[in-house]
């Protein structure tokens, strides 16, 4: 009996269960990790940012200079069709003979590296995708910066993470807090950032992580002040507070948008499809993409670049009429096109702008509110809708305008947006490509059904046992005659003359030994040193002992006395708590009214 009092002696005691978090001190460590980490995302987004304004003025202007100018400053005539072309044939060569990584937006890269790569990502990458992502922005593409440097962040955060002796998910916090001080910086938008690695990137929502990724957002977004300058990006004039007119609208608006957001999804895996079926190696895609960039932008110099000036337009009133629906039609498809050719690029900024002049064109014929404000509630609909990121998208067009008035009205719009992409698409623009690559995304987030139940709610209140000194041979044959109790379980519990607890014998011991020698006591064949569970015991802590020493089933003991055996736990019973999950969410009763039967 000590060795099972040996081991119980190490197990949690009933009121380290009861806490409300699992964290340790670990994420004291995790957080100081977090400070350098926001510090280095935030000099990390300044050198993309001007990186970026670099090879604009190099591209459009032939100048070497960081200040920021805009593709739509440069008259170029038909010669803006090449300058796309050219970018894009580098990053095709940087994406076959440095990383295919860096194809793509960012985003699935980095969800790819949390879920199949231990939140390991190479520093090649780290190095190449900021600079391809540069020059894809700095030559006229569609994009924003925002996906790579989420993707850049979250590997300046992995590779800092790699040079210690972390867990997976300690480095996988790291990463995500690289990625949420990299768009915190960007934008000045630290709340929103914070936000999205939680709906986005995080898969939990747990102080261990939540709080380092913050720490890493505030510093960077206080290190945008002096590298960047100070927020809101987009100053609008505060609207007063929403009538219920208003709020009704914006649900239709955020309706529009969600139908748009989806229509936009599919286009641009429709060209990735096609892009697929071309006789030619990848590396040329971007570069074919680019054409159709090129001829948008020398149509309308509106689509190429990153387009912010067009987005500060819209939120303050200034684009109206049929200028809106022009650009929204011809941003969609060159952005879809390009995406789809596997070109670096984001995808934060041009749905911004297409949803924007969805709302602001929708308030021509809206009888309240201006069309700044259909526009702020556009953007935030479409970019919730898409991502599937309703909370990251109401706050993120706070933070941007600090325009709190309209914030209900942000707010009715992106849920309503995410009410009909939810039911009319399965997966999101970012999930679609993982997707694609054979893994799968659940978005909804709730608390472990095993965290909730005890082992008294699903064990076996009569387990079998058989005295400790009973005969081998005999177990053997009542196995074989079908003695029920015996044949419902993989394992018995042996006891002693008194009834405690002496150990167990499982199918397989019984098999080995009577190869050897039939006349030995089940004792003797057995185990006695045992893994207990207790009934007031978290399902998931039995669990977790069942995984870490390789058995199948655990006696239940009780906690004053190990030696006094109350119950069984085996694999079967932990399969009676999915089946009470399945039956809690699809078991409809019987209502009061007697119509509530037929809903």
Not at 232 to 251: D, N, Q, R, Y
Not at 349 to 355: E, F, K, N, S, V
Request: overall charge positive; hydrophobic content about 50%; glycine content about 10%.
């Amino acid at each position: 009996m000590d060795s099972i009092t040996n081991i119980t002696a190490q197990t949690s005691h009933p009121k380290d269960s009861l806490a409300d978090f699992t964290t340790n001190s670990r994420m004291l460590l995790l957080s100081l990790m977090a400070l350098v980490i926001g510090a280095i995302s935030a000099v990390v987004a300044w050198a993309l940012i001007r990186l970026i304004d670099l090879i604009t003025n190099i591209s459009f202007f032939g100048t070497f200079s960081t200040r920021h100018v805009t593709p739509q400053q440069a008259h170029l005539g038909a010669w803006v069709i090449l300058i796309p072309v050219v970018g894009a044939l580098i990053i095709g060569f940087m994406a076959r003979y440095g990383s295919p990584k860096i194809r793509g937006h960012g985003i699935p890269e980095a969800l790819e590296a949390i879920l199949i790569g231990r939140s390991r990502i190479e520093p090649k990458v780290a190095v190449l995708k900021p600079v391809s992502s540069a020059i894809s922005i700095g030559t006229g593409g569609p994009f924003g910066a925002e996906g790579p440097i989420i993707m850049t962040g979250g590997a300046c955060g992995s590779l800092f993470a790699q040079l210690f002796n972390l867990s997976a998910a300690e480095r996988k916090t790291l990463l995500v807090a690289g990625a949420a001080g990299g768009m915190a910086a960007v934008f000045a938008t630290p709340v929103a950032a914070v936000l999205l690695a939680v709906e986005l990137l995080l898969f939990e929502w747990k102080p261990r992580s939540f709080i380092p990724v913050t720490v890493s957002a505030i510093v960077a977004s206080i290190l945008r002040v002096p590298l960047l300058g100070s927020g809101p990006i987009f100053g609008v004039v505060p609207h007063s507070v929403m009538t219920t007119t208003e709020l009704g609208i914006a649900a239709l608006v955020g309706i529009g948008a969600g139908l748009a957001s989806g229509a936009l999804t599919m286009v641009v895996y429709a060209f990735e499809d096609w892009f697929q079926k071309l006789p030619i190696h990848w590396m040329w895609w971007p570069a074919l993409g680019a054409i159709f960039v090129g001829l948008g932008g020398w149509l309308d110099p509106r689509v190429l670049g990153v387009g912010y000036d067009l987005i500060d337009k819209m939120l303050n009133g200034r684009m109206l009429g049929a200028a809106l629906l022009l650009l929204f039609v011809t941003k969609a498809l060159v952005w879809s096109i390009a995406l789809g050719s596997g070109t670096s690029g984001g995808v934060l900024a041009p749905l911004l702008i297409m949803g924007g002049a969805l709302g602001a064109a929708a308030a021509n014929i809206i009888p309240a509110g201006d069309s700044g404000l259909w526009a702020m509630v556009g953007m935030a609909a479409m970019m919730g809708g898409t991502m599937r990121s309703p909370l990251t998208a109401m706050i993120f067009m706070l933070e941007l305008t600090h325009d709190l008035n309209a914030f209900p009205a942000v707010m009715i719009g992106s849920v309503a947006a995410l009410a009909v992409t939810v039911l009319l698409m399965r997966r999101s623009i970012l999930t679609e490509k993982i997707a694609r690559r054979g893994l799968h995304i659940t978005r909804e987030y709730s608390v472990d059904m095993f965290n909730l139940i005890r082992v008294s709610e699903v064990m076996d209140n009569n387990p079998p046992t058989v005295p400790a000194t009973m005969k081998l041979r005999e177990l053997s044959e009542l196995i074989a005659q079908g003695d029920a109790p015996l044949c419902k379980r993989q394992g018995t519990f042996l006891v002693d003359a008194n009834g405690n607890l002496a150990g167990i014998i499982t199918r397989g011991d019984v098999v080995r030994a009577m190869q050897r020698n039939g006349d030995v006591t089940v004792l003797e064949a057995g185990q006695q040193s045992l893994i207990v569970t207790y009934r007031d015991e978290l399902l998931d802590d039995a669990i977790t002992k069942m995984l870490r020493n390789d058995v199948g089933r655990l006696p239940v003991v009780e906690r004053a006395n190990p030696a006094k055996l109350v119950g069984y736990l085996g694999r079967a019973n932990v399969l009676k708590a999915r089946v009470k999950q399945i039956d809690e969410e699809n078991v409809r009763e019987r209502g009061r009214m007697p119509a509530a039967a037929a809903v």
